[in-house]
T-cell receptor, first 111, second 113 residues
Framework: DAKTTQPTSMDCAEGRAANLPCNHS???????VYWYRQIHSQGPQYIIH???NNETNEMASLIITEDRKSSTLILPHATLRDTAVYYC????????????FGPGTRLSVLP | NAGVTQTPKFQVLKTGQSMTLQCAQD?????MSWYRQDPGMGLRLIHY???????DQGEVPNGYNVSRSTTEDFPLRLLSAAPSQTSVYFC????????????FGDGTRLSIL
């Protein structure tokens, strides 16, 4: 079972920031938070991941609360091509650790 | 840079047939894995490999075989296809295991009649 809770769906206006929340209240100290997205029926696309510090890359920013029980993925300037299902995943380091994809958040970017 | 390449993209089989799903990566990743995704469900790990010559079972290995003769390739074999194996299959790869993200292919959509 997924260890995360996400809203089922969200809308965002094109050009605005999209803030996608994720709750992972049972996260362990050695578990990372990963964000992926799936556009249509393509393969999951890696976005960003972190352990306890906030992270930023060319696609997004990841804000992890100090107690690590929740996080927020920020797409700074959403475009129509960002419409997708976004998955927040908690996974420990180590071989054979499964990526458990829950239902995710369906983000619709509106013109 | 092609990333993770899966072939074929679509396949229809009859019950009892065998086939091999191909997966290749050009990123020199040590770790490769196979998942299946059923409608409305998350991805489930079938088999994985930590390097050439080394494979291990995941959550749902029954009915599937794998081998890893090279770093680049990680084929998944269905021994005797069953309707319950109708699914979308994803291959993924990554560097090592210490928190590195996995990169996924675009999947093989398999239907067993």
């Amino acid at each position: 079972d997924a260890k995360t809770t996400q809203p089922t769906s969200m809308d965002c206006a094109e050009g605005r920031a999209a803030n996608l929340p994720c709750n992972h209240s049972t996260i362990s100290g050695n578990e990372y938070v990963y964000w992926y997205r799936q556009i249509h029926s393509q393969g999951p696309q890696y976005i960003i991941h972190g352990l306890k510090n906030n992270e930023t890359n060319e696609m997004a920013s990841l804000i992890i609360t100090e107690d690590r029980k929740s996080s927020t993925l920020i797409l700074p300037h959403a475009t129509l091509r960002d419409t997708a299902v976004y998955y927040c995943i908690v996974r420990a380091a180590g071989y054979g650790q499964n990526f458990v994809f829950g239902p995710g958040t369906r983000l619709s970017v509106l013109p | 840079n092609a990333g993770v390449t899966q072939t074929p993209k679509f396949q229809v089989l009859k019950t009892g047939q065998s086939m091999t799903l191909q997966c290749a990566q050009d990123m020199n990743h040590e770790y490769m894995s196979w998942y299946r995704q059923d409608p409305g469900m998350g991805l489930r790990l079938i088999h994985y490999s930590v390097g050439a010559g080394i494979t291990d079972q995941g959550e749902v290995p029954n009915g599937y075989n794998v081998s890893r003769s090279t770093t680049e390739d990680f084929p998944l074999r269905l021994l005797s296809a069953a309707p319950s194996q109708t699914s979308v299959y994803f291959c993924a790869s990554s560097y090592g295991a210490s928190g590195q993200p996995q990169h996924f292919g675009d999947g093989t959509r398999l239907s067993i009649l």
